[in-house]
């Protein structure tokens, strides 16, 4: 047994130190971001803010209203050729799209039967729960001969050695996280995890190194969270929580005390498993749960929350675009991050 005793990081133990700016407003500041891909070789442009791969969230309909900021979605798994060949607007809305895969037989014919029909889909997300296995970089390896022009997502893990394995395995971006998710037990059920900005630090700088990108998966409860990732060098951040109980992801409204509610799960909770797979498999545990969130309208309005928040972000610290953040971030290690009187 050994103990690493040095501190990690969670968004909630930092804040940014402001600095002296010459911007004199926020609407200067560029979010956008241009990125060309290690083995792709794809250049994408957009806002780096991406709708995770959930229920409720990686939906068609979220895509449509997210692709007008630029912002990606990842569309859950359960996305086959049938539902994208319903969308009207697929052939306007792909380039901020991501397909998804797990490892299983079942849902690698799904994604290779999409691609055989609609090539133009350039991202191919392959994520699961524990990245650390040996069976998932040798499939992240084939999946990377079959589709050598295609930008490969994989995940998700959190340390600095197995960025890098993935990367060596044909990641163009490796997707970070384990544990710090709004509807995530894993922690509880596990006890495996790492603090999310520490893990966010840690593993862009094992990708850059090796001109890969990541993702920082999980854990944003509030746009200075967002903010935050982007400041320890996140190249996308993936909102899970902060986009779901929008009018957009289809959710059936459930009134109670004259509010209305959306249902919200973890793609491991044991609602998501009984609905795609028939239950739960006697030798696991559920590792996510379901929460009960009050409607929140249009996400048009989360996103420009969002945005504003990361564009003072950059005023406060004298960034001018979304890309200087990260050289303009001074992270001051704090006990408590806001005052919470009035919750
Ligand atoms: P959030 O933005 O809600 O904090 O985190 C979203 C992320 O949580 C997802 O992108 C995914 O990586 C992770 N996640 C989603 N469902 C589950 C689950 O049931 N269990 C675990 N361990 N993680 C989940």
């Known amino acids: 047994m050994r103990i690493e005793e040095d501190i990690k990081l969670d968004y909630a133990d930092v804040l ?8 004199s407003s926020r609407k200067d500041v560029e979010l956008k971001r241009t990125y060309k891909f290690k083995y792709s ?19 068609l309909s979220i895509a449509k209203s997210l692709s007008k900021f630029e912002i990606m979605t990842c569309l859950t798994k359960q996305h086959d050729l049938k539902i994208i060949k319903r969308s009207p607007v697929i052939k306007e809305i792909f380039p901020h799209i991501s397909l998804s895969t797990g490892t299983s037989d079942k849902d690698y014919k799904k994604l290779n039967e999409i691609l055989k029909e609609f090539s133009f889909f350039e991202f191919i997300c392959i994520d699961i729960a524990n990245g650390y296995s040996d069976h998932f970089s040798k499939f992240v390896r084939s999946v990377r001969e ?58 862009a700088d094992a990708a850059h190194g090796l001109g890969a990108h990541i993702i920082a998966d999980g854990g944003c409860t509030c746009p200075g969270d967002v903010a935050k990732a982007f400041g320890g060098g996140a190249d996308f951040v993936m ?4 986009f779901a109980g929008h009018e957009e992801g289809g959710g059936k409204k459930i009134k109670k005390n004259g509010s209305q ?13 009984d609905k795609h797979y028939g239950g739960l498999a006697e030798y696991r545990s559920s590792e996510g749960k379901k929460v009960q969130l009050k409607y929140r309208g249009k996400i048009k309005d989360t996103v420009l929350n969002i ?22 971030t001074t992270f001051i290690r704090v006990n408590q991050q806001f005052n919470d009187t009035f919750k």
């Not at 070789?41 to 939906?59: F, L, R």
């Open 16 to 23: 940014f130190r402001p600095k002296r700016s010459t911007l």
């Open 41 to 59: 070789k794809h250049q994408w442009s957009g806002t780096p803010i991406i709708a995770a791969n959930m229920d409720g969230v990686g939906e």
């Open 146 to 203: 079959k589709y050598p022009t295609k930008t490969i997502i994989a995940g998700n893990v959190v340390t600095a050695d197995m960025t890098q394995e993935l990367v060596m395995s044909g990641a163009d971006i490796v997707k970070v996280g384990i544990g710090p998710g709004s509807v995530c037990t894993t922690r509880i059920q596990t006890g495996v995890g790492y603090p999310q900005l520490s893990a966010v630090i840690e593993c």
């Open 239 to 242: 909102l899970g929580g902060m």
């Open 261 to 273: 509610f959306i249902e919200f799960y973890g793609s491991s909770s044991n609602t998501a498993l």
């Open 307 to 328: 945005l504003g928040g990361v564009r003072s972000s950059c005023t406060y610290v004298g960034a001018p675009s979304l890309k200087q953040l990260s050289k303009c």
